[in-house]
């Protein structure tokens, strides 16, 4: 009998799996690549909102667990996925830079911006009120590490390669049967594919739809990320991400005319040279109203659980909300109540009884 059958193999699945993998807890992976916003993310990671100047939840603690998460898959599967780069503010005004200085002069803040304004020029980009740079910064090849991820899990019978139909889950004292699988536990890590899950469908995940290019601009040298509107990743051989775009209507991972013409446009605000586009993307992501991921265990079911919600920072959070449930389930552990699905729980139970003929 397994420990943990896992539903997903994204960033929540595989972070979950790592967690099972450090504890000596049996796993297999169900996944049939339905969901892509994962493998299409810019995979970026900030421990700063900067629209808002504010810093990200917990940004502390989960730098240390994504570093030490990233560091040992890439010890073990021998590939380097994590790539440490600055992230530069592009200011627009001598407004946005008295803002970037007020802001560093927080607390929670002072570890993640830098002082020092940044005035190196780029090629083919009009910096005349120079940069700010936000420390502690990257970006992970997400596409690279759920393949190399994949063929791991393949190479040790770890993967399962369909469709989870629900229907076939039966309830036991010692946990779940799942056709003739057997396991303590079910962990749902489906990103939007949420909505179609018969015990968790009722949170409130409001996929986000986000749209990114592949650009090539041989005219461009940057060797940073470059973060206004959109932000300007570096890939190397004149190529670049660029992103994104944000569509709350539009649930599809089908690339658009709309999301195509808007990046092109905020691109041009940014850079002078030419460029071609030679890859556009899309996917959902699985994000939530109040900007808290979606963890923990079905009210009635125990044996069922839930990492999902992870939206536009599951790089940074997916190693840190694998540990919280992983020790939440084995060593019972509360989860912090802002992550925790029992704050959506008394809504919902009142949503039954009104909903009642």
């Known amino acids: 009998m397994l420990d943990y059958l896992i539903v997903g193999s994204g960033l929540a699945g595989i972070s979950f799996a ?11 992976i169900v996944d049939n690549k339905s969901q ?7 995979g970026l990671y900030n421990p700063v909102i900067l629209k808002r100047f504010s810093e990200v939840w917990k940004a502390q603690e989960q730098l240390v667990l994504m570093n030490e998460f990233y560091s040992q898959i890439e010890d073990k599967l021998q590939k380097k996925f994590n790539f440490q780069l600055p992230i530069l503010r592009k200011f627009f005004s001598i407004e946005e830079q008295n803002n970037w200085f007020s802001a560093s002069d927080k607390i929670n803040l002072a570890p993640f911006l830098s002082t020092k304004l940044i005035t190196k020029k780029y090629n083919s980009i009009d910096s005349p009120y120079d940069y700010g740079e936000v ?11 759920l ?23 039966e309830f036991f004292d010692y946990g779940i049967q799942y056709k003739n699988i057997q396991a303590r536990h079910i962990i749902f890590a489906e990103g939007f594919g949420l909505h179609k899950n018969p015990f968790f469908n009722y949170l409130p995940l409001d996929g986000t739809k986000g749209e990114l290019f592949v650009i090539k601009a041989p005219n461009l040298n ?10 300007i990743l570096p890939l190397g051989n004149d190529l670049f991400k660029v992103g994104a775009t944000y569509n709350w209507q539009d649930k599809t ?8 013409q808007e990046l092109v446009d905020r691109i041009k605000e940014i850079i002078t040279c030419d460029f071609e586009i030679v890859k556009h993307f899309g996917g959902v992501r699985p994000t939530v109203k109040d900007r808290r991921p979606l963890i923990g265990t079905h009210h009635e079911r125990k044996s069922l659980h839930i990492l999902n919600g992870l939206g536009t920072r599951g790089v940074m959070l997916g190693p840190a ?19 925790d699905i029992q704050r959506f729980h008394k809504k919902y139970l009142k949503t039954l009884i009104f909903d009642r003929p």
Do not use: W
Request: glycine fraction near 4%; proline fraction near 2%; include cysteine.
């Open 18 to 28: 790592e967690v099972a993998l450090k504890n000596n807890k049996t796993f297999l």
């Open 222 to 231: 940057l060797d940073v990320i470059v973060n206004t509107s959109v932000f």
């Open 253 to 260: 991972d089908l690339p658009t005319e709309e999301g195509k």
């Open 147 to 169: 393949d190399c991820y994949k063929e791991y899990l393949q190479e040790n019978n770890l993967l399962l390669e369909e469709f989870f139909d629900s229907t076939y889950i």
């Open 321 to 339: 909300m694998a540990q919280a449930l992983f020790d939440n389930i084995e060593n019972e552990i509360p989860l912090d109540r802002e992550i």
């Open 135 to 145: 420390l502690h910064t990257g970006y992970v090849d997400t596409a690279l590490l």
């Open 36 to 42: 892509n916003s994962s493998r299409v993310a810019g």
